[in-house]
């Protein structure tokens, strides 16, 4: 049986998956453990809107407009399975004057293991991530003190209180109304921004110099501008001067360092800050001091040497402006 839905039938996908649970569309093969499980005073008492006794035909034509309502993005109202077997039902209820509302029911034998709270702290996750919903409400009966621990739990408030008619108990029933305003997402932590030097070392012939970046380094194996992070009190040209020195042994004065371009990019634990110096004087012979791998590159074939992200952007204003 297929149970999933597209984004683009639904606007919204399922099924939902959870550490224990999947919730999924009900399907026409539901109805007989529906209403086995339904069919239970103890999970129909609960119910506003099923009687008791529960009979399969009812719950055939609920599945077919629980299918329905899914398509018109009217209600998800989805089974609950736990390695296959149906253990409950979840739903989540668009009202055109209220609230979205959520409602569910667990089968007597699958209580006490936390399954209710599970499936509707998935539900509610997914129906503020997929449909938008932020807030939502939740009806209990006033002695349903299970209910109530499970929408406590998942951040519901208690909101007021009336009375709602019972088919399963064919009278009107005193309910507490719950609501729940979900968290807003939180926004990404923070970087720290790093701020590196980079230098376009540019030969006679217009080529520029490229560094490998070594072995066992973040980002290992990519071509870079040579340059490095700032030393504590060093200005951004005292410190080229001495990572040009120590990484490939040549002297050169910030007389000859112009600022050309820099480049600000988004790691994953950092975000880097990168200004690029332009240098085409210096004294000594480059040499690699470090091990690293060096290439004297022409600006038409820098696409052919990988580098690092943040530089990709560099390596299209270098080219332009050589
Ligand atoms: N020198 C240089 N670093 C670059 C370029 N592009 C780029 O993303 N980076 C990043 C890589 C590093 O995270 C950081 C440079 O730091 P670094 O070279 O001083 O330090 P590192 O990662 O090699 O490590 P370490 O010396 O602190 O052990 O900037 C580039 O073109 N040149």
């Known amino acids: 049986m297929d149970t999933s839905t597209s984004m683009a039938a639904t606007g919204a996908s399922l099924p939902i998956v959870t550490a224990r649970l999947l919730l999924r569309r009900l399907v026409a093969e539901d109805a007989a453990a529906v209403t086995r ?7 129909a008492g609960n119910l506003a809107r099923v009687p008791f006794p529960y009979r399969e035909q009812l719950a055939q034509e609920w599945i077919a407009s629980a299918g329905a309502q899914i398509d018109s993005k009217d209600a998800y109202h989805l089974a609950i399975t736990r390695d296959g077997a149906l253990v ?14 959520i409602g569910y029911w667990i089968g007597r034998k699958f209580w006490g293991q936390g399954l209710a709270r599970e499936a509707a702290a998935a539900l509610l996750d997914w129906a503020q991530t997929e449909l938008g919903l932020v807030e939502v409400e939740a009806d209990v009966l006033t002695d349903n003190l299970a209910s109530q621990a499970v929408l406590r739990h998942l951040g519901f408030v208690e909101s007021g209180s009336g009375v709602q008619q019972f088919l399963s108990r064919n009278r009107k029933m005193p309910v507490l109304m719950f609501r729940r305003v979900a968290e807003p997402p939180k926004p990404p932590a923070p970087k720290p921004v790093l701020l590196v030097v980079a230098c376009a070392l540019v030969d ?33 040209e005292a410190a080229l001067i001495r990572e040009l020195r120590e990484e490939l ?17 988004a790691y994953e634990k950092f975000h880097l800050l ?26 038409e074939k820098l696409a052919d040497y990988p580098m690092p992200p943040a530089d990709v952007p560099l390596v299209a204003l270098l080219r332009d402006f050589l």
């Open 37 to 43: 499980l339904v069919n239970d005073y103890s999970v």
């Open 88 to 101: 409950g039902c979840i739903g989540l209820t668009l009202r055109r004057n209220a609230l979205p509302e």
């Open 204 to 236: 006679s012939d217009g080529r520029i110099l490229l560094a490998q970046r070594p072995k066992g380094k973040q980002l290992e194996g990519l071509w870079e501008f040579p340059g490095g992070k700032l030393n504590d009190g060093e200005t951004p």
């Open 249 to 265: 042994s040549i002297e050169t004065q910030e007389s000859c360092l112009s600022p050309l371009f820099f480049a600000s990019h």
């Open 274 to 299: 990168m200004p690029l110096y332009i240098c085409r004087k210096w004294q000594g012979r480059v040499t690699s001091a470090e091990g690293q791998a060096l290439a004297w590159v022409r600006p």
